[in-house]
């Protein structure tokens, strides 16, 4: 069993920067795609940022594509998510995601919520205008 929690989030300004982070426990997650979702207020979880288990290959939502960056430390069990930019409509929990142990992530799966089979709490990121 995974165990994921997510850190970093709060209150910024638009165009301030947030950089979140996601500490996995339980068992390593080194062998595992990640990803990132946001859940806007009354709205579905949508998808902002994925990474394979080797970090080789990542993919962004349309939105963020330029202004996001994720990455992973799979020695230390985390993935981080460095937002730049930030805009209002990106108030939101986000939340940290981990898929199937050993699957290689596509862009048509990175997207998809059924793909990760563990999830964290979330933080919640509040960009003001």
């Known amino acids: 069993q995974v165990q994921l929690v997510e850190s970093g989030g709060g209150l910024v300004q638009a165009g301030g920067s947030l950089r979140l982070s996601c500490a996995a426990s339980g068992r390593a997650v080194s062998n595992n795609p990640m990803g990132w979702f946001r859940r806007p207020p009354g709205e579905e979880r949508e998808f902002v940022a994925a990474?394979?288990?080797?970090?080789?290959?990542?993919y962004y939502g349309d939105s963020e594509k330029g202004r996001f960056t994720i990455s992973r430390d799979n020695a230390k069990n985390t993935i981080d998510l460095q937002m730049n930019n930030l805009k209002p409509e990106e108030t939101g929990v986000y939340y940290c995601?981990?898929?199937?142990?050993?699957?290689?992530?596509?862009?048509?799966?990175?997207?998809?919520?059924?793909?990760?089979?563990?999830w964290g709490q979330g933080t919640q990121v509040t960009v003001s205008s």
């Open positions: 995601a981990a898929g199937r142990q050993g699957e290689f992530l596509l862009r048509h799966l990175a997207a998809n919520t059924a793909f990760y089979d563990y």
């Open positions: 990474i394979s288990w080797s970090g080789g290959s990542t």
